[in-house]
């Protein structure tokens, strides 16, 4: 049996992911697929959230839904049985947690930083003000590991001791704020 040799993923929230360890062959195909046209991509658990791993060129995906630039996928592979388990594991050892705001105008990101250090409530203005896509969750980002998002997002939030809020992160999406609470 010819094998081939992708990494593995587990997917959190949003995605159901399996990736390939052995050549597959369907019984059905999917009414709506697409495949990965680079070498290596991020698949994260929200969009611009947290990655839960790197999907090789070629991989299919079936899409389940679209959202902007945006596209939730599931990934049908095969692994062996022996690495999985039916119970999450848990090792959050070195894992930080934070909470975001992201807005469009500097000024916006200005105000909010001011109501903050005066003792606003972080997650009430990221419900009312973020344009984030965790803002419905009070711009919860849960539990993720150095190097989980962007550079200038991870190196922000490493400085924060917890309980601390960034400065302004400038991005070509937007201006971003963080708060450290692990």
């Known amino acids: 049996m010819k094998r081939r040799r992708f990494e593995v993923a587990c997917a959190v929230g949003l995605f159901a ?19 990965v046209k680079v070498d290596s991509e991020n698949l994260r658990d929200t969009p611009r959230g ?11 995906l079936q899409v389940l839904e679209e959202r902007d630039n945006w ?3 599931q990934i049908v592979g095969w692994i062996w049985k022996e690495s999985t388990s039916p119970v999450r594991p848990v ?7 934070a909470f975001h705001i992201m807005v469009k105008t500097r000024a916006e990101a200005e105000e909010i930083l001011r109501q903050l ?16 896509p965790t803002a419905a969750q009070g711009g919860d980002l ?5 190097g989980d998002f962007a550079p200038q997002f991870d ?19 937007g201006y971003h704020i963080f708060k450290r609470v692990k």
């Open 17 to 35: 992911a399996l990736m390939w360890h052995w050549e597959v062959s369907y019984a059905q195909v999917p009414s709506r697929l697409l495949y």
């Open 155 to 173: 190196e922000a939030i490493r400085k924060l001791k917890p309980g601390e809020i960034s400065d302004i992160v400038e991005t070509p999406d």
């Open 142 to 146: 849960g539990y993720f590991f150095p």
């Open 71 to 73: 596209v939730k996928v």
């Open 117 to 132: 250090r005066a003792g606003a409530d972080f997650e009430q203005l990221a419900k009312q003000k973020s344009i984030g």
């Open 91 to 97: 090792d959050l050892a070195g894992a930080m947690r």
């Open 50 to 60: 947290r990655i839960l791993a790197k999907v090789n060129k070629g991989t299919e």
